[in-house]
C-alpha cells in the first residue's frame, strides 16, 4: 500500500533558513511526531505539505495527488491544525462551527458536543477573546469531528493544562482507533512523543536527522555503570563519563564488556528526551 | 454547489461576524460622503477642484475600509501581508477559485450599495447635474461608475491576495502611488478643462450608447482580469 503522505526532497528557503531536501513517507495507522529544535522547519515542512508556500524543489504527495497540482480534492481527506489560527478572531465558535462542518462529509456532531462539554468550552465567545488554552481546546473540538484520514497537529498542546492535556491524548487515541487514519504532529512536549507518538522524525537546521521508530529508539540506547570504563573505544559507544558509558548499541557494547571481563554494576535504558538530545547535538 | 453559491456561503459568514461594524462604518461613510456631495453643485460650476479627489476617494476606497480591522489586508509572520481569511480559507477543503470568488462577494456587498447610494444622491442634491441628465444619459453614467468600481475598485479585493514584501518596498511603492495620483491629477486639473466626474457626465451625455456597451465590457474584463490577477497571487505567495 503506498503511504498516504510521500515527501520527496522538499526544498525550501525561506529568508536566510534553508529547509530540506527533506524525505519522508507517513503510512496509514500511524502517528508520525516531527521533533526538532526552535527553528529546525517543522512549521515550515507541514505548511509545504498544506500547498500554502510554493517549494523550492522536490514534490509532496498526499493520497497519490501533489499537493501542488489543480486537483485540490486531497484537501477533503485532511485536517490542519496551525500552531495560530489565522482569521479565526471575529468568529464565535459556534459560527466556526457551521463555516466548517458543512465542508467534512464525515463530520461528528456528537464528538464536537462531547469536546466542547469535555473542555467547557464557551461557543458564543468570539475567539480571539478566548485565553490561549480555550482557543486551542477550541480548536481542538473543531479539528477531531472532521473524522479525516489525516491530521496535522502544529504544537497541539503548547498551551493546554494537565489535566486537559491527558484528556487531548485519550480523545486522539480513541480517534485513531476506528478506522485505518495517520497523525502527524509537531511537539516539545515529552509526554506527547511518549504516550501518542509510533514514529519520530527528528529535524535539525531544516534538515530531516531521520525516521525513527519510538520504541526500537528508546531500546537502542542504554546507560552503564562499570566496575572499570576501557581505555581503547567500545563498541556503540557515544559517550564516557569516569565509569558511565552510554551505547547506541547495546548488543555490541555489552558483548564487549564481557569479552574484556569488565561487571556492569547498574545498567538503565535512557529517556526518550535524553536520547532526542543525543542525536540533535 | 456551483462555485458561486458557496462562495457567497462564505462571503455571508465573513459578513455577518462583522454585521455590527459593517453598519456603524456603512453610516459613517455615507453621511461623509454626504457632506462631500453637498458641494457638487460648486464643482459643476468648476470652483471646487478638489472635488474629484475627495469623490474618487469616498468611490473607491471606502468600501475597502468598510470592513472589519479583523479581515482587512495586514501584516503577518515575516514578510507575508494578506488578508487573514484568504490563509483561514486555504486550511480548509475549498478550492482557490471559490476562495477567490468569496473575496470578490464580500468586496461587492462592500461597495455596490454604498456607491449606488452616492450616485443616487447626485440628482437628489445639484440641480446644476439634474438639469444636464435625461434618465437615459443618467443610467449611462450609473453605469460608467459601477464599471470603474470594477475595473478599477476590485482591484482591491485582488489585493486580499497579498504577497510576500518588505516593509521598505512596500513604502517605496505607497509613495510612487500618491506620486502617480498627484502626477494625474495635477495634469488633468493643469491641462483639462473639467475634472473627471464632469468628464463622466460629458461621456454620458454626448456618447451615451457607445459609454454604455464600453462600460459593460470594461466591466466583465475587469470583473474577469482581477480574479485572474488573484489566483495568480494566491500561487505565487507563501503564506508561512
Not at chain 2, 454585521?19 to 460650476?45: P, Q, R
Request: aromatic share 12%; net charge negative.
Amino acid at each position: 500500500m503506498p503511504a498516504w503522505i510521500e515527501i520527496k526532497d522538499a526544498r525550501k528557503k525561506v529568508d536566510d533558513f534553508q529547509l530540506g531536501p527533506v524525505n519522508l513517507e507517513i503510512e496509514a495507522g500511524t502517528i508520525t511526531a516531527l521533533v526538532g529544535n526552535n527553528g529546525s522547519g517543522k512549521s515550515t515542512l507541514l505548511k509545504l505539505l498544506m500547498n500554502l508556500a510554493n517549494m523550492d524543489g522536490g514534490a509532496i504527495r498526499i493520497l497519490g495527488k501533489p499537493v501542488d497540482g489543480g486537483d485540490e480534492s486531497w484537501k477533503r481527506h485532511i485536517t490542519f491544525q496551525p500552531q495560530k489560527q489565522v482569521g479565526w478572531n471575529a468568529y464565535t465558535g459556534n459560527e466556526l462551527k457551521n463555516l466548517i462542518a458543512p465542508l467534512y462529509l464525515k463530520w461528528d456532531d456528537k464528538l464536537f458536543e462531547h469536546i466542547t462539554r469535555l473542555f467547557d468550552i464557551p461557543l458564543d465567545k468570539r475567539f480571539g477573546k478566548l485565553s490561549p488554552g480555550m482557543q486551542q481546546k477550541l480548536s481542538l473540538a473543531l479539528a477531531l469531528p472532521r473524522k479525516t484520514d489525516i491530521l496535522i497537529l502544529d504544537e497541539p498542546t503548547a498551551s493546554l493544562d494537565i489535566p486537559s492535556k491527558k484528556q487531548f491524548m485519550d480523545l486522539l487515541v480513541d480517534w485513531m482507533e476506528p478506522e485505518d487514519r495517520a497523525v502527524v504532529l509537531t511537539t516539545h512536549q515529552a509526554d506527547d512523543l511518549r504516550k501518542l507518538a509510533d514514529y519520530l522524525f527528528l529535524m535539525q537546521d531544516g534538515q530531516g536527522i531521520g525516521l525513527y521508530e519510538k520504541d526500537r529508539l528508546v531500546a537502542s540506547y542504554r546507560r552503564y555503570w562499570l566496575t572499570e570504563m576501557p581505555d581503547g573505544p567500545v563498541p556503540g559507544e557515544l559517550s564516557r563519563d569516569g565509569r558511565l558509558l552510554i551505547s547506541d548499541d547495546p548488543d555490541a557494547t555489552e558483548q564487549f564488556i564481557v569479552a574484556q571481563n569488565i561487571q556492569v554494576l547498574d545498567d538503565q535504558a535512557l529517556e526518550l528526551e535524553e536520547i532526542i538530545s543525543l542525536l540533535l547535538k | 454547489m456551483s462555485e458561486w453559491k458557496q462562495a457567497s456561503r462564505l462571503a455571508a459568514f465573513e459578513l455577518r461576524a462583522s454585521m455590527k461594524s459593517l453598519i456603524t462604518i456603512f453610516i459613517f461613510y455615507i453621511a461623509m460622503a454626504l457632506i462631500v456631495m453637498a458641494s457638487f453643485d460648486l464643482y459643476l460650476e468648476g470652483e471646487f477642484q478638489f472635488f474629484d479627489l475627495l469623490f474618487l476617494v469616498i468611490f473607491f476606497l471606502f468600501p475597502a475600509w468598510m470592513k472589519g480591522k479583523e479581515f482587512q489586508m495586514q501584516k503577518m509572520d515575516g514578510d507575508l501581508w494578506t488578508a487573514p481569511s484568504i490563509v483561514m480559507l486555504q486550511q480548509l477543503p475549498i478550492p482557490k477559485d471559490v476562495i477567490i470568488k468569496s473575496r470578490f462577494v464580500v468586496h461587492a456587498v462592500c461597495s455596490f450599495p454604498f456607491q449606488l447610494l452616492l450616485l443616487i444622491s447626485l440628482p437628489l442634491m445639484s440641480e446644476n447635474f439634474r438639469s444636464l441628465m435625461t434618465p437615459v444619459t443618467y443610467i449611462a453614467f450609473i453605469l460608467i461608475w459601477l464599471a470603474l468600481s470594477i475595473a478599477v475598485g476590485f482591484i482591491m479585493a485582488s489585493s486580499e491576495a497579498g504577497g510576500n514584501f518588505k516593509t521598505h518596498a512596500i513604502v517605496k511603492s505607497f509613495i510612487y502611488m500618491i506620486a502617480g495620483i498627484a502626477a494625474i491629477y495635477g495634469l488633468i486639473y493643469l491641462f483639462a478643462d473639467h475634472g473627471i466626474v464632469r468628464w463622466t457626465i460629458t461621456l454620458a451625455t454626448d456618447w451615451t450608447w457607445v459609454s454604455v456597451i464600453v462600460a459593460i465590457v470594461l466591466s466583465v474584463t475587469g470583473w474577469k482580469y482581477w480574479q485572474a490577477d488573484m489566483r495568480k497571487m494566491i500561487k505565487k505567495t507563501d503564506y508561512l
